[in-house]
């Protein structure tokens, strides 16, 4: 404060206004070099304060203070020689190398504080550098663990997928089976069986309306007792009063063969083949059945005529849409309702043929695994036994008058006709590019797939 205020007292005499005509006496040459010399303390100062905001460390902040000190202590005896006006050259001299030490000490602060920084640096670094080059060596060695477990996983997959492919092969199943090239002809083989059958047990229906209700002559033009037309086996086989038997065979032969036929090792193709071959029995019947209608030889059918008979009702109203209903209603519900009039050919006598001809053509040593004499007379005699019941079958059907033996023989003769065209047709590649729906069935791509599925078909289990 002592200092400011001489400096004021100072300012307010120097710079006090001339009197005009007054003359006034020439500056002493302290006060001119004083007066040049002030600027240059000014830029020292503030070369000094620029100087001082780069240093931040305590040592820079005492050394200030210790200057600051040591301007003071200089001052503070001169206040009264400044206050006077003497002595201003000389403190300005003190003052100016007093701040040079000052920017000195500062620069030299500044150049220990820069080599310890960068020496904390490049300790840093290195220190950075090896933890580097550790985490590096911890990744590669976690990666390389993990490659060896991939390896190792891999490895197992593939033996598990060696094991469960041979277990598959044994239970006659390969992944190749469910392609899609295989799988979609199995598909479409089911799809066709199941319009077949729709269509099949629509026309069984509408033959029951075109049923005709007969009456038969003699020789002389009278009328007989007889509803059905003549049949030799009619005349030699006693009637059977048991309608529900040609059923009951029918179920267990039908049984019988999906038994083998699931347990087989060619089963997909199985399926694939007897699909097809049904769907196409069951479309041809559907269109013979409604081509000529002959009396039903079933006694239940002809009680439909008799008056205020109640199951033959449903011949006085129109045949559509009616027969669409009931044509579901014999899918769903056989049991529950009887067709009449749908005698060429007979159904009942095309599934008993082809059991027997998926016995006949499947159920052969080289099919299965046993082989030796034992198992070619038990599956020899695992054929004759279904031959037997188809005949037997068959006989039932005519005895029961479901059908004449007519409907029966055909029946026998077309079933046996088509599974062997059918079976000519896939063996042989010059018949099957005949067809195109063969040459699609059993196209190379399908044999070569059931080729690879049954490579061990000698290791497999019935």
Known sequence: QQFESVMNQRSSLRFRPRQVGSTASPRPDG?????????????????????????????????????????????TPRLPLLASGGGMADLSDEVEKQIRQFRAQLMENTRRLQKTFDAQL???RLQGAAVGAQLETRVTAAQERLRRSMEELKIEAERARLVLGRHALESGFHYSLFSWAYLSRLLF?????????????VASAYAGYRTPNIVILDVDGNATAEKTLPDMLHSILPPLDWPKLPDIIVIYMTVITLVFAVAHPKRLMIFRRVLFIFGSVYMLRACTVVMTSLPDASPTCQRQFEPGAPSGEYKRGPPFPAVLWRGWLLLTEPSQHITCGDMIFSGHTSVLMI??????????????????????????TMRRI?????????????????????DVSIALFINFRIWATYHNFA?????????????WLEAEEIANLDNQAFAFIKTTTL
């Open 31 to 75: 006060d001119s070099q004083r007066r040049r010399q002030r600027p240059q303390l000014l830029d020292s100062e503030d070369d000094s304060n620029n100087d001082s905001g780069y240093a931040s460390d305590s040592s820079a902040t005492s050394t200030a203070s210790s200057t600051a000190s040591s301007v003071m202590s200089l001052l």
């Open 122 to 124: 490049s300790s840093f």
């Open 189 to 201: 083989a089911a799809v066709w069986f199941g319009i077949a059958s729709y269509l099949n047990a």
């Open 355 to 380: 059991c027997a001809m998926v016995f006949k053509q499947y159920c052969r040593p080289h099919d299965i695994k046993y082989e030796g004499a034992m198992a070619t007379t038990i599956l020899s």
């Open 386 to 406: 279904m031959y037997l019941f188809t005949i037997v079958g068959a006989l039932c059907i005519v005895a029961t008058r479901l059908h004449y033996t007519l």
């Open 427 to 439: 063996r042989v590649p010059y018949l099957r590019h005949k067809m195109r729906i063969m040459q």
